[in-house]
């Protein structure tokens, strides 16, 4: 049995597409298809089964292979690191990650790992939200870190790390920003300010805003948490970031928090999330394990 064609037969039932598979693995889409049609004729059984929009799910005889699938990369990962285990650790680790997080929570970790392993490329990418659990079970991630309130995942294991203070804040000369209570009704004119690479969080408000039955009808949505900033300090919109991101400009008196939903701040949770019963590399349980010191003597 090709490991090749079961890397490709695990990617389709994470992704639950043929197409978005092949993008994943580079491959054309007729290699794919002809990956699974091998599958198929080697174990007699349909492995995949049509649920419109394109997209396939697992039959019965899929789900028992998945299982096993996930067994055999295991185990052809550890035979790698062991077998051919080079005197330092080399390779990728891919990891989702909010802004907030990388540049003002692990600033320090990330400097301590480079010089423990020079071997290992760090790829940090902006955090997803939804896309989050089909990606770490593709293989396309390996580990993931979420700033929310709450999360629940299929297959993964889900690490609480440490709790996230999320304020409400606007620019000093805002016509709220003077009072003690804020009605997020008188927010309606916004614009309310997204940061796209931060993602999960913002989630809270919109929580709030729709129990409230308030609709914001301007979102600006920014790839970067300083620009972001920047456009606010300069008189426009409002947003929610973690404290930690602000706490330097409010202290200044460049930007004005707003007390909302009854209190200063709302409390989030900054999680850690992988794959379940996925072998993970030293380097990987070393970043891991890093993490969780940094994040506890924060």
Request: aromatic share 8%; hydrophobic share 40%; charged share 20%.
């Given at each position: 049995?090709?490991?090749?064609?079961?890397?490709?037969?695990?990617?389709?039932?994470?992704?639950?597409?043929?197409?978005?598979?092949?993008?994943?693995?580079?491959?054309?889409?007729?290699?794919?298809?002809e990956h699974i049609?091998?599958?198929?004729?080697?174990?007699?059984?349909?492995?995949?089964?049509?649920?419109?929009?394109?997209?396939?799910?697992?039959?019965?005889?899929?789900?028992?292979?998945?299982?096993?699938?996930?067994?055999?990369?295991?185990?052809?990962?550890?035979?790698?690191?062991?077998?051919?285990?080079?005197?330092?650790?080399?390779?990728?680790?891919?990891?989702?990650?909010?802004?907030?997080?990388?540049?003002?929570?692990?600033?320090?970790?990330?400097?301590?790992?480079?010089?423990?392993?020079?071997?290992?490329?760090?790829?940090?990418?902006?955090?997803?939200f939804f896309d989050?659990?089909?990606?770490?079970?593709?293989?396309?991630?390996?580990?993931?870190?979420?700033?929310?309130?709450?999360?629940?995942?299929?297959?993964?294991?889900?690490?609480?790390?440490?709790?996230?203070?999320?304020?409400?804040?606007?620019?000093?000369?805002?016509?709220?920003a003077t009072g003690?209570?804020?009605?997020?009704?008188?927010?309606?004119?916004?614009?309310?300010?997204?940061?796209?690479?931060?993602?999960?969080?913002?989630?809270?408000?919109?929580?709030?805003?729709?129990?409230?039955?308030?609709?914001?009808?301007?979102?600006?949505?920014?790839?970067?948490?300083?620009?972001?900033?920047?456009?606010?300090?300069?008189?426009?919109?409002?947003?929610?970031?973690?404290?930690?991101?602000?706490?330097?400009?409010?202290?200044?008196?460049?930007?004005?928090?707003?007390?909302?939903?009854?209190?200063?701040?709302?409390?989030?949770?900054?999680?850690?999330?992988?794959?379940?019963?996925?072998?993970?590399?030293?380097?990987?349980?070393?970043?891991?394990?890093?993490?969780?010191?940094?994040?506890?003597?924060?």
């Open positions: 049995m090709d490991l090749q064609h079961l890397t490709t037969f695990r990617t389709i039932a994470s992704l639950g597409s043929f197409s978005q598979a092949a993008d994943v693995l580079g491959y054309a889409q007729s290699t794919v298809s049609k091998l599958l198929e004729v080697e174990l007699q059984a349909r492995l995949f089964k049509r649920a419109g929009n394109k997209r396939v799910l697992l039959t019965t005889e899929g789900e028992r292979l998945l299982t096993y699938a996930q067994k055999m990369s295991n185990l052809e990962s550890q035979i790698k690191s062991e077998v051919n285990q080079p005197e330092e650790p080399r390779g990728t680790i891919s990891i989702r990650i909010p802004e907030t997080v990388s540049m003002y929570y692990l600033t320090g970790m990330l400097s301590r790992y480079t010089s423990r392993f020079p071997g290992i490329n760090l790829g940090l990418m902006d955090c997803v989050l659990p089909e990606e770490l079970q593709a293989g396309v991630v390996d580990l993931g870190f979420l700033i929310i309130d709450h999360y629940v995942a299929k297959n993964l294991v889900i690490e609480p790390l440490r709790p996230v203070p999320l304020v409400l804040v606007t620019y000093p000369d805002h016509p709220l003690s209570t804020v009605d997020l009704s008188q927010l309606k004119g916004g614009p309310l300010f997204v940061p796209t690479n931060d993602c999960s969080y913002t989630q809270t408000l919109e929580r709030v805003l729709i129990e409230q039955k308030i609709k914001i009808p301007r979102v600006w949505r920014f790839n970067s948490i300083a620009a972001m900033k920047n456009v606010l300090m300069g008189g426009a919109g409002f947003t929610v970031l973690p404290e930690i991101a602000v706490r330097e400009e409010v202290s200044a008196g460049k930007l004005a928090i707003l007390p909302w939903n009854g209190r200063e701040e709302v409390t989030a949770n900054l999680i850690m999330a992988w794959q379940q019963n996925k072998w993970l590399p030293p380097a990987l349980k070393a970043f891991m394990d890093l993490a969780r010191e940094e994040l506890t003597n924060l």
